[in-house]
């Protein structure tokens, strides 16, 4: 047994080339084999990868999927969003536990099976919904849940399971151009090719088309950037790189998982396109871990445009040659962010990097290196094929484009749509079927919380700008409850790389819990203020900079929910922004001097 787990790692390494970049590729086949990542094997991984061992376990611990401790034959996480909770998560956990048990959060007695929380699935349309060893199981249901027991309890393995239970619905809503437009493989790239790189580039420009992740950068600007630059050649290594960001973390949003399950033509003509215009000739797709169960879908889409001369070498007989491999996460929001996402790549944690030097210049090896989401891939191929006008002029209001929405919480029909840019929150709220309203939280919990007299306000770069998250609640929510759920998701999801967000989305979580138990006074207002100015100014990364904006946001906007909970009942805010300002001046001053010394 030995010999042949010896031989697994081996045959591991080998199939990577022995390249450390493919470590965290490495460790996930070996949890998936072994339900955990034994010592024996980080020791050998050392040795054949020639990296430290502490290395090798820091990596382990910072990703979410990854496990010292074994999780068993059925290994189970349950979606614990905002969303998921309002469609009864915490009950369906509840009763999962009792029925077989076992605690959240713990192995079982015989290390069966593990059930744990995790922030959010990407199946917000159709919750309450868990993951099974990789697999969804959307709409759970009590007696769903009893059905998934009876098996366990049987020790069925989940492939001999119905397939029924696995099946996540598209849910799509509303379709625009893109939605609506039928797959034709190639056609993009075979206009592209008709003419210039620089034609495409300035196609791509006219459209106006931004990046749809959430940071809106002109997709054509970033495009330029990286195809002026000319790379540092390194030895088998392509000089630049094309990588999807299929890593949609948003609590809330689930579109590029649509994107990823039927547009994947899209899509990888999109990344195709990038290759041409910025001279790629390798690209990845970063699978998130909660989307893996797309991964063989995605993988035959390749094959098959390979089979196609779509893909590999000497496309369509051109000198284009690029090819897509497909890297699949294992569990960390921060990814999100373009630079941590390479650094992921290069089988690291996932901690942003300074910028600059940004990704178009200096990215995945050093090389100049495209990151763009799903959707914009799937955009610009579109751009490409049907030209710039027919994007453009999708707007209303002045507005032109469009943005594919994710639509979840209290509404008739959840789900996808895709909408013109411009739109004002109240013609959704129509759309969707919302009824009794009481707020809207537009691009997930980093993003914006707006009351009913804010509904005109439009989804657009200028305005309301989201990645794609559009949470609805009506008049029966707890709005404090959805602040302290997007609270302690920025505190799980801190990288810990820097002491103002590890410390400080921690001390935020267990003010916000005093003040929701009741226990609040006045200076715990006071203090979530306090941290929100050292964190905003001292954090290395949105995560940290933004982490208090849910607790703000619903103080400002719904002060009530607040106020009923302070004991000190004639709350008077007596926060001095000034002097949190000046602290946190000082802290950053002390910092100084102590790296300087050091
Ligand atoms: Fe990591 Fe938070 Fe610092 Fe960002 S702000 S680098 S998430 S610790």
């Keep these: 047994m030995e010999r042949e787990f010896t031989d697994f790692i081996h045959n591991q390494v080998k199939r990577y080339q022995g390249n450390p970049a493919y470590l965290l590729q490495i460790l996930r086949n070996i949890q998936r084999l072994c339900t955990h990542i034994p010592e024996n094997a980080i020791v050998l991984l050392a040795t054949q990868l ?83 060893n990789g697999r969804a199981l959307p709409r759970l249901t009590q007696k769903r849940v009893r059905q998934i027991v009876a098996k366990i309890q049987a020790g069925i393995a989940i492939e001999a399971w119905p397939k029924e239970w696995f099946a996540v619905a598209d849910n799509i809503q509303s379709k625009g151009v893109l939605l609506n437009s039928p797959s034709h493989p190639g056609a993009a790239i075979k206009k592209a090719l008709a003419s210039s790189p620089l034609d495409s580039l300035a196609e791509i420009d006219k459209s106006g088309l931004r990046g749809c992740g959430g940071a ?64 790629a000739q390798k690209g990845f797709i970063y699978l998130r871990y909660e989307y893996q169960y797309l991964y063989q879908k995605l993988n035959d889409a390749l094959h098959k445009r390979r089979e196609a001369n779509l893909l590999g070498a000497h496309i369509l007989g051109s000198d284009l040659s690029f090819d897509i491999e497909i890297f699949i996460g294992a569990g960390s929001y921060v990814c999100g962010e373009e630079s ?95 009824k009794s309203v009481q707020a809207v939280q537009v691009g997930g919990p980093s993003g914006t919380l707006i009351t009913p007299t804010e509904f005109n306000r439009v989804i657009s770069f200028d305005d309301l700008n989201t990645g794609g998250s559009f949470m609805v609640f009506n008049e029966s929510r707890d709005l404090l409850e959805n602040a302290l759920n997007f609270t302690r998701f920025f505190m799980n999801e801190s990288c810990g790389f820097c002491t103002p967000c590890r410390v400080g989305s921690k001390l935020l979580c267990e003010l916000a819990d005093k003040v929701a138990a009741g226990h609040g006074a006045r200076l715990d207002i006071d203090s979530i203020k306090e941290l929100n100015h050292v964190m905003k100014q001292m954090s290395h990364c949105g995560l940290g900079q933004r982490a208090a904006e849910p607790l703000l946001q619903t103080l400002e906007k719904f002060p009530e929910y607040f106020a009923k909970r302070i004991t000190d009942k004639e709350y008077q805010p007596s926060f001095d922004v000034e002097k949190s300002i000046q602290r946190a001046k000082e802290i950053i001053s002390i910092q100084n001097n102590q790296e300087g010394t050091q």
């Design 50 to 132: 020639a990296i430290s061992p502490p290395k090798i376990r820091a990596l382990i611990e910072f990703y979410h999927f990854l496990h010292y401790r074994p999780r068993g034959q059925y290994d189970i996480y349950i979606s614990d969003s905002i969303i998921d909770q309002m469609s009864g998560k915490n009950e369906i956990a509840a009763y999962l536990c009792e029925k077989l048990n076992i605690k959240l959060n713990q192995p079982s007695a015989d290390n069966l099976l593990t059930i744990a929380n995790t922030p959010c699935t990407g199946m917000s349309d159709q919750g309450p919904a868990a993951l099974i």
């Design 340 to 434: 941590a996402l390479i650094e992921s790549l290069e089988g690291k944690r996932a901690i942003p990097r300074i910028r600059p030097p940004f990704p178009a210049t200096q990215g995945y090896l050093g090389n100049p290196t495209i990151v763009n989401n799903v959707e914009s891939f799937c955009y610009a191929a579109l751009i490409i094929e049907k030209g710039a006008d027919n994007f453009s002029n999708q707007g209303v209001h002045g507005f032109s484009g469009c943005k594919l929405l994710s639509i979840s919480g209290d509404v008739e029909k959840a789900g996808i749509y895709e909408i013109p840019l411009g739109i004002p929150v109240k013609s959704i709220l129509n759309l969707c079927a919302a």
């Design 216 to 279: 809106g950068f002109k997709t054509a600007k970033k495009w330029k950037a990286c195809r002026l630059n000319s790379g540092e050649k390194k030895e088998n290594a392509p000089a630049r790189y094309v990588i999807c960001n299929g890593d949609e973390g948003e609590p809330g949003t689930f579109k590029d998982r649509v994107l990823l399950n039927s547009y994947s033509e899209q899509l990888i003509e999109g990344m195709t396109l990038c290759a041409y215009v910025i001279g």
